[in-house]
């Protein structure tokens, strides 16, 4: 069963820039995609951006579309979310979790949580404005 453990949040000022990751262990996620989710205070979580596993394939809302980049190490079973150009409502815990299920609008938007596994802790991003 995968699970995956989350670093590299912190505390920074808009603007700035944040390298987040999603380490997978227990088994590697092969045929899966996998997707960044982040859940701002007293708000549900919501999906954020996708990337399958075997290929290039990326989906991101609307929100952070130009600042959010999205990218894997398939030797390190590691997906990485690089953050620009910070904004306040950036602000949350951001977790990781895979499906076998291909990355693309659905999977961000549309796939119940019970259909996504290894959810890790989170790693939290604070935005000071």
């Known amino acids: 069963e995968v699970q995956f453990v989350e670093s590299g949040g912190g505390v920074v000022q808009a603007g700035g820039s944040l390298t987040l990751s999603c380490t997978a262990s227990?088994?590697?996620?092969?045929?899966?995609?996998i997707g960044w989710f982040r859940q701002a205070p007293g708000k549900e979580r919501e999906g954020v951006s996708c990337i399958n596993s075997f290929d290039n394939v990326t989906y991101f809302v609307e929100s952070v579309k130009g600042r959010f980049t999205v990218s894997r190490d398939s030797a390190k079973n590691t997906v990485y979310l690089q953050i620009n150009s910070l904004k306040p409502e950036d602000t949350g815990v951001y977790s990781c979790a895979a499906a076998r299920v291909l990355c693309g609008r659905s999977f961000v938007h549309d796939l119940p949580e019970n259909r996504l596994r290894g959810w890790g802790q989170g790693t939290l991003v604070t935005v000071s404005s």
């Open positions: 227990g088994s590697t996620f092969d045929d899966y995609g």
